[in-house]
């Protein structure tokens, strides 16, 4: 009954598998291994773009750094949710990669901009003026830190703001699958036919031992990239052991299957708490993460249980937590965590 | 018959298992999972410091910034070997992470800095005066970028020179159980016995799949180099899967014997090699890699026979080469190696 | 009829002779020279604190900047309130000084901060866990870029909550002696007797030709703050000119009395506005600087009249204004501008 | 008998008259005054350059710090002879501002780079190839720190080089004047024509208060130039003090005649000097600077008899001083002076 974070689940199976096959002689570092070209070639093929560049590193917060350092200068802005993971999760991890660009926080319900309050935050920034920070990136979370989701539809109407105003965009994917398999979009549909310029494709979260893809769809920005990730410490030399974790993963669509369980779960967990008395979800569940709140004494109930989760400040006299299922969970832990309540 | 690097090997298979076996069940993320602890553990013990602070990063580069970012100021200075990992390879990532910090490069054969060289140094180096970046920090690697090895004894009498200004020290161990091995001496000889203040301890190149412990003796510095890794992205969701190999690389000594062996095929193709005709060694072989030159037309005969190295610009008429073995060579890609002359 | 801003008037004649009178002879440069050494003097008797460290720079900008960096590190925050000039108006430089801390911006009507809205804004910032910007500095700015004033009572409530959270603080004095009038206090009342740390102590708008004090309360900060200035480019070699103005600013307590007459100019065409017909103030009036917003058509009215000023944005059918007076402003000025409405 | 540094000269009458002359009435800040039109005219007809872009710093560090961050990025390198003021005087700017860039060493004689060694340097830098730094720009000094001179021709030798490889280059010409006049060239001649595309046009060392002009002969680097600035501190809101220094400095080419007469100055000290027992200089002389060694004893001599400057670490049993002339330094002084010996 483990609903702390997807990020405390094992690797799939597959994924290990595809790790220890590689693990078998010689292979050149830095990335001139032959699975890293095959998994270009599957990423290519999974986002259908044929010219995609795709690199791979440890974690989210190098992927989301990187790209983002890619596509503003210092004196520029990223315009992203006020509780984007950007923002509240990497320790100034973009101001650092950026050379101290600035966040601009942008509101919105259940952890999703609106064209409109995008549209607001942008009137503060400036552009031409040599004073204030000056126009650079959109960056949209998807799955968000609300477990909510945007279809391709409300990506691309966000994405279209920002290109008014000259602007790249860039796909904070950690949850990328889940946000997918949720809207039943393609990875094309979400990225780059909705305005995406850089994605950060997660796997870590989702059946991986530690490894994202940051895929670039202007081979302009490839040696930049390229330069920051070794300068920042994130071009392993082993590079096949990302590559095959990456290649299991994409093979015959298990990183599909696995987000998929993932929302399953997701779902199932939710439909149950609907059961109980004095709970309310903060959020639509919409993916494999929630929010609800209720009445106090539950925790301790929950956690004499057995249930592992992370409990959220709640208003006076209730409590609240973050759940989230991911690919190990199984109906069994959701059906027993519903039990306890 | 792959002599490139020892990081084109594959990871040995006692850390690969140990990877198997962490592949179980759920964990707490970024470092707080129980073979973390036991990791440190086992680092405390190697190094025979029990209040020594433990973190595990994905890459040499990684470890090398953040330790250095958290021993120098912006307007410090680090200095290291004129052809120092550093200074050579890493892009200035040193200069990223410590936010400008200036590397002031030391002379000295065969890759080695002497006390008199550092001293040299140190005398361009400002103190107290505004104009000139100040005295920072010493970065010493061992083995070498040559493949030759310092003593404790040396390495003592370098950080002595450092001390005697007020400068912290740093070892860059990519290589440090090659070092160990070849000198016969501990990690606590080799390091904070012999003033040594933080530790790039690594397990890449010598079996791992990718990880290197930063090691730090001053547990006052521990709190900096956390936000400083989170901030760099190098702190791993699924923080098992590098602790499990530390875990690996460590039980038994399994670390000391990749190296021995890595060293033993070392000596072994060095003594091979001094029966080349016209065949003359850059550097004194004391670990496991070298640089020979020898006469043209070498490079053909070699790669027609399947040998995969490195090579090196070498004087009008002749040719030179960086062979590197390890862990994985055999006596027999050794032999077969030499034949192929 | 000038009324854009402070910056846009002349030096004041006192202090133009000053800079005459050191313009004679040889001087020691980068802040070696006598009339420093009387600064210092003067400014530590105008604060009441005779160990304060004073170094001089030439803009608003620079001072806040190297303040703040020697105050926070790269990974922590600065609280401020979210229209700050520090947030608003130097395109990023507290992040590029600082290496990338964040501005968390506080709310607050008329352009000040609260205890209860800094206290809110402190409840999202990290401490003592790795994910979040941890807490930094807290920057307080008087006269406020609304104009309005803080008393040293209000300023000591901020701090208290500041210093309650182990955060230090940093007074942003570009309208210092303003304020100072507006309060009828005292530097040391509104400085480190109400908790400030650092000041920005500003001559350019008030009558200088381009020069700001930092103020340091704590001695033990002057040796950083000396290598930032010098690293940023802000040691001025011929730096007894700098040392002139604020020679010539302070001497007979001349820094007063310009900004006396500056609140006096303020408050008279203030007292002015009060008789146009549907003209409102946004914020009150409290020293040189106010925000008027009246009926369209009056720009057209003013700008015909000769009247020089910054127009802002207003409500459908209506036209605002910032009004900035300076020592320099007449009564004459004042009465022809209210005359043309 | 001041010989310290020309920064310790006064500025000269006709500069203060221009400051005093500006300081009448209202102006625009930030460089919207009509005396920035006018420095803006004058520069472009100094340089025969209509299209320069014309920026104004107050400090020399500044100057060449920015122009250094335009031209490269963090991942690259500045070249640079060995001794530079980038180099060793700027406690780090150069790295600051270009957020990690390396200042790759050029040696030389006399402070000079030549095309060889230059070169040489060159085969050390990375290009395309990820794990090192790359190429960048080339910084060359002129007047250079040993007091000596390049050639228009001499310059274009080296930027023929740096251009051969992709690499901009930039000219710190904190002693610009003297150097043109020491070698009776023309601004054109020893920048644009040469190969320069930014040079730091020195005032403040040859009879200004403290301005430099930052030229630009590529008008699609000006607005990162005005954003990096304003970022850094060195926009001045009263920008007329600025510019009526550096209008004052270029009327009726009174910045050559200042030059002149301090090269003039040098030449009669250095031929005074020949007539010394036991003196030698260590560099050729060629404008207002020298580092003359003498014999043990003299600096007790000279100091006895009221004389100010630098001394300099001399071999056992001599003695060394840098002696720098100015346009104030008087024929008096200089005969005096060699009275002394």
Known sequence: MFFASDNTSAAAPAVMQAVLTANDGYAMGYGNDAIMA???????????????????????TAANSLALATLVQPWQTVL??????????????????????????????????LPETLSAALKGVAQGVVHGVQRGALSITNVTEAGT????????????????????????????????????????????????DVV????TKNGCLGVEAVVIFDPAKDWEFQLRRKRAGHLPSKNRYLAAQMQGYLQDDLWLD??????????????????????????????????????????ARLK?????????????????????????????DVDRFLAAF
């Open 149 to 196: 989701v945007y279809t391709p539809a409300e990506v691309a109407a966000l994405t279209a703001v920002a290109k008014a105003h000259g602007m790249p965009c860039h796909l904070d994917g950690a949850r990328f699958a889940n946000a997918l398999v949720a809207t039943g979009s393609t990875a094309a549909e979400m990225t780059w036919k909705a305005g995406i």
């Open 304 to 332: 004499a249980a057995g249930a592992v989760y992370y409990p959220f400040p709640a208003p006076q006299g209730r409590e609240a937590a973050r759940l989230v299922t991911s690919w190990s969970t199984t109906a069994d």
């Open 80 to 113: 992203c949710h006020r509780h984007a993971h950007i923002a509240d999760d990497e320790c100034g991890a973009p101001e650092f990669f950026t050379n101290g660009a600035k966040l601009v926080l942008v509101d919105g319900a259940h952890g999703k901009m």
């Open 38 to 60: 095959e998994v270009t070639r599957l990423v290519r093929e999974a986002f259908e773009a044929p010219e995609a560049i795709v690199h791979l590193v440890s974690t989210g």
């Open 258 to 299: 696995l987000a998929r369980h993932a929302n399953d779960m997701g779902a199932r967990l939710a439909k149950g708490l609907t059961q109980v008395d004095g709970l309310r979800q903060w959020h639509p569940v919409q993916a494999n993460m929630m929010f609800p709140e209720w009445t106090a004494g539950t925790h």
């Open 200 to 203: 950060s494709f997660g796997g």
